[in-house]
């Protein structure tokens, strides 16, 4: 009878002995998940520690308003009012249309280069030549160009978002198994049914990651894009507030262009990661 009792407890520690593995898997799921907003808090930590550093400065107390109280509250104020709508809006138009051209352009070259051999050979160096050149360099050129600012800037960020996806979506090409295509010919697939059924399935997570690259690029270049001749958007109304020395307001600004750029860069990465394409068997 001990003897049933002894192997009964033995059972009953086995199985018990695995909670304190689950336990600690569990908890390293939820630090994994909590570690943005750990990183989000600390970055909230220096600058309030920039803040307390521009008031205790007398030489930095025409700045204090990059510190985060009249930045927040000025920060409200642009959403309570409407004002960061009116300023964001023509800003995610030009993205949008520098980017629908960028992709416009960028996927098909990226394909015929990841595709072809002899057309990677011929394209790539000037690519890369152009690719070296800052988009803010055509600033001249895109002014004379185009009759219109808003034209101007939309080709200034297409020329920034061009390239990541062009590379990202070549890149992904190269990484197709030969196995896929050679199955589709057997199937009797020609080039473009095979393009359009096996290539593009199998790329669209390195293109939407190459747009998330572009994404990123466009909005760094947009600010001082729209430094030229507009009376409207995010750089607009950070050159004004600029003039004006309204410090607060400009801190504002700078935090709503970081708050729309992460976001739109965390739903492009979401996407990426659910595009994985597995082909059927």
Known sequence: MSGGI???LAVERAVEAPGPVRGGVGFARALDRLAPLAGLAGLLALWLLGGLILEAVPAYSAFTGFAPGPALASFAELIASGEAWRAAAPSLARVGQGLAVAFGLGVPLGLLVGSSPLAERILQPPFQLLRMISPL???PVAVLAFPTWDGAIVFLIAAAALWPILFATAAGVKRV???WLAMARNLGAGRLAALRTVVV???LQDILTGLRLALGVAWIVLVPAEYLGVTSGLGYAVNDARDTLSYD?????VLLIGLIGYAFDAALGRLAACARWIPAT
Do not use: F, H, Q, S
């Open 201 to 203: 399935p199998a790329v």
């Open 177 to 179: 198994d030969p196995v």
């Open 137 to 139: 360099a055509w600033m």
């Open 249 to 253: 307001r400009l801190a504002a600004l």
């Open 6 to 8: 002894e192997a009964a």
